[in-house]
């Protein structure tokens, strides 16, 4: 059963809010998912944070790249085939310029995928990730969630490098096939 | 504006400038504003119009200078920001050009650098060598106060008062097709740590 439903305590968003503003990351930017709605709607609502949605992940990367060295931290959110198309702007924007961007991934094309169009790009995101050595987490279950986001962004900007938290469909119970 | 009036400028009347001539005609008039330059040329003459503590010059992620730009203008909204990016890069993230203007940064100005083709690449053409016009195409994404500069004594007015008045804007200028004049020193990180410097970010 994904960690979803059988959890008791906060939902894996108020947990991620939490944790970004313990951490100071108050820019949000995003292509919409339909995963991610809750955690898109929980930082519109909440006046800390200035969210917006981009026309593309790579505008949205190089708004937080911007804000980043301007002095405001800022995370990106997007699905699987998002991250797909972000190769060369993640290679010559924050891995060479080491300026700590964040991205979270609303995994799609695992553990009940019904668009095989998902299930192919999803294929590129690890090697990718792996590939230009960026430091990534996928998050599984509610235990880990904080620890992983507050330890990682911490790393992310004392270490200048960029990193990327992967919701796995066991946190968030993911997209599902209504027949 | 009256008909019978001489007909507005596009990029059909606009008066081809040069890069370098043009972005040294900007940084003279500069304070402590962010400039981010596009890839290539556009960041080849910022560069060798004089470093500014105060200048990003982007290698790669093509498309990016309006998207970085808008993120430095977000996070500093008391300091003008200014992307210099061209034609074919515009063209390559022409959504952000209503990002823009959905988020309305007073802070913000788009120098568009329009000399219709991929100069660094061999002088291809682009898609405004055909026709396509990005001011009517900023305006068409929202961004009202988008214009042409006839020549370069309207767009050092454009310029005074974009850096004045509340933005965005968005001015483009017809260019040659010359090279830059140079190349920007490629060293990422201490680009980095310049420009955060210089922005007051880090010591």
């Not at chain 1, 809750?38 to 026309?55: C, E, K, Q, R």
């Not at chain 2, 203008?73 to 515009?90: F, H, M, T």
């Amino acid at each position: 059963m994904p960690d979803q439903e059988s959890h008791a305590g906060p939902a894996w968003h108020e947990i991620v809010c939490a944790t970004l503003k313990a951490n100071d990351v108050r820019l949000v930017t995003y292509v919409p998912d339909n995963v991610l709605k809750p955690l898109i709607n929980a930082v519109h609502a909440d006046s800390y944070f200035t969210a917006f949605v981009t026309t593309r992940e790579e505008e949205a990367v190089g708004i937080v790249a911007g804000a980043w060295m301007a002095g405001l931290r800022g995370i990106v959110l997007m699905q699987t085939s998002g991250f797909a198309t972000l190769a060369n702007v993640l290679a010559s924007l924050p891995v060479a310029f080491q300026i700590p961007v964040l991205l979270m991934v609303s995994e799609r094309g695992v553990l009940g995928e019904f668009n095989l169009g998902q299930a192919m790009v999803a294929r590129t995101m690890r090697p990718v990730l792996d590939s230009l050595a960026m430091v990534n987490h996928t998050i599984t279950r509610f235990d880990e969630l904080e620890f992983i986001l507050d330890r990682s962004i911490k790393q992310a900007a004392a270490t200048r490098a960029p990193a990327c938290f992967i919701l796995s469909p066991m946190l968030t119970g993911g997209k599902v096939f209504k027949a | 504006m009256n008909m019978m009036e001489a007909p507005p400028i596009g990029p059909g009347n606009a008066q081809v400038m040069n890069r370098f001539a043009l972005t040294k005609r900007l940084v003279a008039k500069l304070k402590d504003e962010a400039v981010i330059g596009g890839i290539g040329n556009s960041n080849f003459d910022l560069w060798a119009a004089g470093h500014r503590p105060e200048n990003f010059y982007m290698l790669g992620s093509m498309g990016l200078a309006c998207p970085i730009a808008l993120g430095v203008a977000l996070a500093q909204p008391k300091r003008r920001v200014i992307a210099l990016e061209g034609d074919g890069s515009l063209l390559m993230q022409v959504g952000s050009l209503a990002t823009i203007a959905m988020l309305k940064p007073k802070n913000l100005v788009i120098v568009v650098l329009d000399n219709r083709s991929y100069q660094i690449t061999g002088g291809q053409p682009t898609a405004t060598a055909a026709g396509a016009d990005l001011v009517t195409m900023a305006r068409g994404a929202g961004i009202a106060q988008s214009a042409w500069a006839a020549d370069e004594e309207m767009f050092d007015e454009m310029m005074a008062r974009a850096l004045t008045q509340d933005g965005p804007w968005l001015i483009a200028v017809r260019i040659d097709d010359k090279p830059g004049d140079g190349a920007t020193e490629r060293d990422p990180p201490i680009i980095t740590a310049r420009f955060m410097t210089g922005i007051g970010i880090k010591r």
